[in-house]
């Protein structure tokens, strides 16, 4: 089974202008999801020097493959919307530094430098919306297979496993999701979830348990994952009864949370005990200057509809903030 490898779209990053390393920006926003995108176009239509730094556009929307709760829209493609926003965002006159990651931020006197993969930048306001990744198993066999088997995303991979035999490691709403990617494609999908009880909407729920290739597992763990070049078999625990059974598999899927990706700010800022940054009604956080939203803070409910509320709030909040010290 071949599994081809993908790079990044550099197709926008040849179409907008870079930021300027000599420039003090307004504000710098961190991040390219919707948190970031909709921060971007609130803070442009504010008329404020910004600049967007992030790896790639979309975040995990792009992970998807449709999307049932944007409002005005009963189902729409995942793809389809990230490309909207990353179209309105590209209508504005905005500096955009793609395929660089952000390492740290640190704060001198009133100036914030943002050290990436490739320059710093300066600012006088920061926007973190950096949002979440996947968090991983960790069990033997699933750094060994990364790429051959293990995936983190049905949109990129679900077609390479048609009618192929896949795990999903989880119980939420992005398990069922992908166990439903799969499913469209012909897949026989077990589903195997740690915890008692399913977590996933109900609706969604049924969808997938009405599907006759789909398996369930509740209260069982993933032991190891078992191959040879790729792939054979994902061995479970049944917790209830302490027995491990062998499941013939040619991949799994990971989707049992995430993690905040706090890393440039993680000595800086105030972070919950998951590791989220802590943000009050206004998306300030411990730090002044620097805002947060979207999935790497603490707000509860992960839901594109409320990161880009967010995301529009930390924008107008860093406005004025900056119209208060007098700094535009």
């Known amino acids: 089974m071949d599994f081809p490898s993908f790079s990044l779209d550099t197709s926008l ?30 803070a442009a239509r504010k008329m404020m020097n910004i600049a967007i730094l992030t790896k790639d556009f979309g975040g995990q929307v792009r992970e998807t493959s449709e999307i049932e709760n944007w409002l005005g829209f009963q189902s729409i493609n995942a793809k389809d919307l990230a490309d909207s926003f990353e179209e309105h965002v590209k209508s504005f006159d905005i500096a955009v530094s793609l395929g660089h990651g952000v390492k740290e931020v640190k704060k001198e006197k009133d100036i914030f430098n943002v050290m990436t993969d490739a320059n710093m930048y300066k600012s006088r306001a920061i926007i973190l919306a950096t949002g979440k990744r996947h968090l991983p198993l960790n069990v033997p066999g699933e750094k060994e297979f990364k790429g051959k088997g293990v995936a983190y995303c049905a949109t990129c991979d679900a077609p390479l496993f048609k009618n192929k035999k896949v795990v999903v490691a989880g119980g939420g709403n ?55 070049d790729t792939i054979a078999a994902v061995v479970v625990r049944d917790l209830e009864k302490d027995k491990e059974e062998k499941l013939d598999a040619n991949g799994i899927f990971v989707e049992i949370g995430f993690l905040p990706n706090n890393e440039s700010v993680k000595d800086l800022v105030e972070l919950n005990e998951h590791g989220e940054v802590v943000v009050d009604c206004l998306c ?41 010290k007098s700094l535009i």
Request: hydrophobic residues 45%; charged residues 25%.
């Open 13 to 42: 990053l040849e179409e907008t202008k870079k930021p300027d390393p000599e420039v003090i920006y307004d504000v710098l926003i961190l991040g390219g999801g919707p948190a970031a995108m909709s921060a971007a176009v609130y």
């Open 284 to 324: 300030r956080t411990s730090i002044e200057g620097l805002f947060g939203a979207g999935d790497v803070t603490a707000v509860p409910h992960k839901q594109i509809v409320i990161a880009a509320g967010e995301g529009a709030k930390a924008a107008l909040s860093a406005y004025n903030y900056l119209i208060s």
């Open 174 to 228: 992005s398990a069922f999701t992908t166990a439903r990617d799969l499913l469209k494609v012909e897949a026989e999908v077990t589903l195997v979830n740690s915890l008692k009880g399913w977590q996933a909407d109900e609706a969604l729920q049924q969808r997938v348990k009405k599907i006759e290739k789909a398996n369930l597992l509740d209260y069982h763990e993933i032991v190891r994952i078992e191959g040879k």
